[in-house]
């Protein structure tokens, strides 16, 4: 099975600075159409998980610009421009290639 | 708009069986592969099974199989995971996840194994 590394496990950030995740696959995501099987999701306490980017880098409908993903093959970056409070949550990044895996999480709380 | 909507989910005893169901729209579904995934409480998700398009391949994590089936129903546009021989560790808030691009879940149905 394609195993997901997330680093940090948590991130405390200030509201209006920058943050950053990162997700390692054991295995390549680049699928033979030239996507990256890749996407992150948050999930607030009591919801399910939300898309935030699908193919590594693009972003799904609705999520904010400050938002951004990059990466390939098997090294992925989710980054916030300027955090917001509503931003907490747990962080999830998923493989898609081949049957589904997660990243362990992110917890990302206000300092 | 794409939706998928669970049910079945409730308290079993172990060793119990329950039927999940997934009832999808807004996408054409005999196109995707369907998945189901679980959340046990305070932990990450963990994929559970999908089937392909046609239900012609099914695959399953390793602690579910044998126990798990894994079935749809294109006319219904709905896929089920029949689950027996159910364990305490089984627990777990159980999502249905459409395979399209992008993936989109549902809102999770919660199973209980307790005596």
């Known amino acids: 099975d394609i195993v997901m590394t997330q680093s940090p496990l948590s991130l405390p950030v200030t509201p209006g600075e920058p943050a950053s995740i990162s997700c390692r696959s054991s295995q390549s995501l680049l699928y033979s159409n030239g996507y990256n099987y890749l996407d992150w999701y948050l999930q607030k306490p009591g919801q399910s998980p939300q898309l935030l980017i699908y193919?590594?880098?693009i972003r799904a409908s609705g999520v904010p610009d400050r938002f951004s993903g990059s990466g390939s093959g098997t090294d992925f970056t989710l980054k916030i421009s300027r955090v917001e409070a509503e931003d907490v949550g747990v962080y999830y990044c998923?493989?898609?290639?081949?049957?589904?895996?997660f990243g362990g999480g992110t917890k990302v709380e206000i300092k | 708009e794409v939706k998928l909507v669970e049910s079945g989910g409730g308290l079993v005893q172990p060793g119990g069986s329950l039927r999940l169901s997934c009832a999808a729209s807004g996408f054409t579904f005999n196109k995707y592969w369907m998945s189901w995934v679980r959340q046990a409480p305070g932990k990450g998700p963990e994929w559970v099974a999908n089937?392909?398009?046609?239900?012609?391949?099914?695959d399953y994590v390793d602690s579910v199989k044998g126990r798990f089936t894994i079935f749809r129903d294109n006319a219904k546009t709905s896929t089920y995971l029949q689950m027996s021989s159910l364990r305490v560790e089984d627990t777990a808030v159980y999502y249905c996840?459409?395979?399209?691009?992008?993936?989109?879940w549902g809102q999770g149905t919660l199973v209980i194994v307790s005596s």
């Open positions: 193919w590594a880098s």
């Open positions: 089937i392909k398009e046609d239900g012609s391949d099914k």
């Open positions: 998923m493989q898609a290639i081949h049957r589904l895996t």
């Open positions: 996840v459409s395979q399209t691009v992008p993936t989109n």
